[in-house]
């Protein structure tokens, strides 16, 4: 009868060690591996009227990307582009200082982040891995102008496209910035406030951004 009873608990034992060791697993493959966060601060706060705050998160889970943005004091109402920026010759991109207005307006227009802060690259909406900057579905901030947006996408895939995009090159999420742009179509900009191609300067115009860094998961 003892010999039996060491048996079971042996058994027992041993079962809970095996189902101890499957919940540290799985606890752990849902753990990210690396998370990289911009914190965004306030640009054209004379325009917008109000600062513009918030913060990026970029989580990697297995070949999981999920992105999200909080943000915050955002003109209320209207559609937000955002993406992230960076330089094609693989330096290090940075927000803009109020040494960008080069041509005096009391605006950085986004034409004028481009020596700092480089080009458009991926952009966060329903679909950033097609890459396509024009779209839709950006999100829109509410009555008290703010949004939360969140979205997961396959890693391989957003690599693959991006490469395609740009010459081969790495997402290397920690040389980029994270843009907010737009305020409200009435606002009255100089026309010396740049833009690309014949889209309104009111909708690219940047109103937050901040550097993306990596952070311990």
Known sequence: MRTKLL??????SAACAAVTLAGA??????RPSAVYVAELHPLNTKVTGSETTGEARFSITGDTLTISVEAKGLPSGIMHLQHFHGLKDHGDATCPTAAADTNGDGIIDLIETEPMAGTTMVPFHDDPVSMEIVRDTYPKA?????YHYAKAVSLKDLKAAFAKAFGGQELDLDRRVVFIHGVLPATKLPASAASL???????TLPIACGKIKRVEP
Request: charged share 15%.
């Open 142 to 146: 509410s009555d008290e102008g703010s």
């Open 197 to 203: 191609g014949t889209i309104p300067a009111q909708v």
């Open 25 to 30: 697993l799985a606890e752990t493959d849902s």
């Open 7 to 12: 048996c079971a608990m042996a058994v027992a």
